[in-house]
């Protein structure tokens, strides 16, 4: 009777109570209760970063005409902006004047140099406001000299009405791009990627170091004299993975459970939001977790031959630190396909299977990739775990007994052939 279910409950209970994997799971659902609220909060967010009021102090000691009358038309068009002149004033008089009565700042024009001089030059988007008013009240001059009327000059700079639409084979007039859904989407792939590129670095180091705390504690000369090595790490892969598959039900349940609330507008009710809550798509969820569950699977078996050539757990992130490179190289493809989903470097990098878990499901999320493609990378990321786990299943048999100095890469090579 095979003692892999064993196995797989030991590493379950040893690990399901530990401090780091309930935070993460936290995290996790705070990530999707987050990714509903995100219009709403981003549209708060963005309210507050703006000034509410914008207070300037001007002294123009440019060449006639100045822009000072410009920018007082602006002051009277738009609500919250009082420009005050200080051309005749004496600069420290005007410093003063900001500091003591808390004005956005000093507004020195010299010919075609402004000077704005603030009390909080880290202000970001007070001072871009700031530039955007100078920028409109020297294209009023400009318009002034070149005796255009306000209605030719508000002609001139009407942007196009430019959109984008998507044509298939099996459509004739396409689909229009929503550039709002299209930024959510971006939004929400970009968090999804993260959680699966964090979660394939924790679980592959779990699995790792459970590998190697055994091996050092010589537990594991017992353990072989009654289990098959092979077990052993099938067990180890099969228990880890079963809590990635604890957090990933409780991260869709609360996906659901928000797209429930969200439905019924409770929540908007109960915050007084006018934007409405957007649920997590169920088909992105269900991406989510195969790709997980691949990439896991993938680079579990690969870890857990890696712990097995160490003998203390300190050198665990030594030996790993090459695969975390790769599930690194993985997160960047997809972080570059996000411009491109269709580009030949994001098909490429889709049916790598290093990649493919983090780059195909990006791709997913943002564009329609051929299903070809798709199955192609499942398949492909299927034969991977296959074929990774008999590899690491050869070097995990006998590389749980070595003890002593790590082996170098012709003695990895040696075991393989062995």
């Not at 871009?128 to 000299?145: F, G, P, S």
């Not at 052993?232 to 609330?261: E, P, R």
């Not at 990006?362 to 991977?384: E, F, G, T, W």
């Amino acid at each position: 009777m095979s003692v892999i279910p064993v196995l797989v409950k030991r590493e379950f209970t040893s690990r399901v109570k530990g401090t780091a994997y309930i935070l993460t799971t936290l995290v996790g659902v705070l990530v999707f209760v987050g990714l509903s609220f995100l219009p709403p909060l981003m549209e708060r967010l963005s309210s507050t970063l703006m000034p509410k009021s914008i207070d300037l102090v001007v002294m123009d000691h440019g060449a006639e005409p100045s822009l000072f009358p410009y920018l007082v038309e602006l002051g009277q068009a738009r609500e919250g902006l009082t420009i005050r002149d200080a051309s005749s004033w004496d600069e420290r008089d005007a410093y003063r004047l900001v500091l003591d009565e808390g004005l956005s700042g000093l507004l020195l024009i010299d010919g075609p140099l402004t000077t704005l001089v603030t009390p909080d030059s880290k202000n970001v988007v007070l001072n871009e406001e700031i530039e955007n008013l100078v920028n409109q009240a020297a294209t009023m001059w400009k318009a002034a000299q070149l005796g255009l009327t306000p209605a030719e000059m508000e002609s001139l700079f009407n942007a196009v009405d430019f959109r984008i639409r998507e044509v298939r084979p099996q459509q004739e007039d396409g689909t229009e791009v929503d550039h709002a859904a299209q930024t959510q989407a971006m939004v929400l792939a970009y968090f999804l990627l993260f959680m699966i590129y964090m979660a394939l670095i924790m679980y592959g180091n779990m699995v790792a170091s459970g590998v190697a705390e055994e091996k050092s504690s010589r537990i594991m000369e017992v353990m072989i004299s009654t289990v098959k090595p092979l077990e052993l790490m099938f067990g180890k892969i099969i228990g880890v993975g079963a809590l990635g598959l604890v957090q990933f039900v409780i991260w869709i349940s609360t996906g659901l459970a928000m797209a429930l609330m969200g439905r019924t507008g409770l929540m908007r009710a109960l915050l007084g939001m006018t934007e409405p809550l957007k649920a997590v798509p169920l088909d992105s969820i269900l991406w989510f977790g195969l790709f997980f569950l691949l990439g896991y699977f993938f680079y579990a078996s690969i870890f857990a031959a890696a712990g097995a050539l160490v003998s203390r757990v300190e050198e665990v992130s030594q030996v790993v630190s090459l695969l975390m490179m790769f599930i690194v190289v993985g997160f960047f493809g997809a972080y570059l396909s996000f411009l491109n989903p269709n580009s030949g470097f994001a098909v490429t990098a889709s049916l790598i299977p290093f990649t493919a878990p983090m780059v195909m499901f990006a791709r997913i999320m943002l564009a329609d990739p051929p299903l070809a493609q798709v199955a192609a990378s499942v398949a492909i990321m299927l034969c991977s775990i296959v074929v990774g786990t008999w590899i690491s299943s050869k070097i995990y048999r006998i590389g749980i007994l070595l003890y002593g100095k790590r082996p170098t890469l012709r003695q990895v090579v040696q075991l393989l052939k062995g």
